[in-house]
């Protein structure tokens, strides 16, 4: 058997999403639409984090970033006042922000070795809404083959699953086609003051009128 593929073109239903929150809590993985690309997604606990590795070929020294229902969803991370600030401004939205784990609760595959966990509230619907069924934090990374381009939809992301030697574990939520468009921004709040580390969608520009120190290492 191959990957699963479920229609959620015209909007997640409850049903659905308890079915698909249901095998994630489960250890399943889907392939689901973000505001960017087509992702794979897992729960990030061992099982999830080390299937996707391989999917991806990817070691514990890459993290995945998560994807999170909100900031107050991951109160074991550390907030400062310019990282609640950019959350505030641009959440849901394109921006990923890097934040210490200083009791490690997060497993490597998702924890840098320096501590830090990337993580975004997504504004696409149906990656918005899987993630408020799960509750909880999904690693997502992106559906494409080594060195290949990112899915932007369904039938794409099926393809690379199945190139990938995706089993039935993974299920595809088809929620319709994506636009090409940049990856989301990356802003590092780890250290004193917060890092530019990519600039994506959201311009540096539009950064700086929030918080005017930002610092910029592109």
Not at 7 to 25: I, N
Not at 42 to 49: I, Q
Not at 187 to 212: A, F, N, Y
Request: hydrophobic fraction near 40%; proline fraction near 12%.
């Amino acid at each position: 058997m191959g990957p699963r593929e479920l229609d959620l073109r015209w909007g997640p239903d409850p049903e659905r999403l308890r079915e698909v929150a249901s095998h994630l809590l489960a250890g399943g993985l889907v392939a689901m639409p973000t505001e960017t690309v087509y992702g794979f997604g897992g729960v990030p606990e061992k099982a999830p984090l080390m299937e996707l590795q391989r999917l991806k070929d990817r070691g514990p020294e890459k993290p995945f970033l998560l994807l999170v229902p909100s900031a107050e969803s991951v109160p074991e991370l550390r907030w400062g006042p310019d990282a609640r600030e950019l959350a505030g401004v641009f959440w849901p939205g394109a921006l990923t922000l890097i934040l210490e784990d200083p009791e490690g609760r997060f497993p490597e595959g998702v924890r840098s070795e320096g501590g830090g966990v990337a993580i975004r509230v997504s504004p696409h619907p149906v990656a918005k809404a899987v993630v408020e069924a799960v509750n909880g934090p999904l690693v997502s990374t992106s559906a494409n083959t080594p060195g290949g381009p990112p899915a932007l939809t369904a039938p794409e992301a099926l393809k690379t699953a199945r190139i990938l030697g995706a089993g039935d574990l993974l299920w595809v939520l088809d929620g319709g086609p994506l636009a090409p468009s940049s990856p989301s921004t990356i802003v590092d709040c780890t250290g004193p003051r917060p890092v530019v580390r990519r600039e994506g969608s959201l311009k540096v520009d539009r950064l700086k009128c929030v918080l005017p120190g930002i610092h910029e290492q592109l």
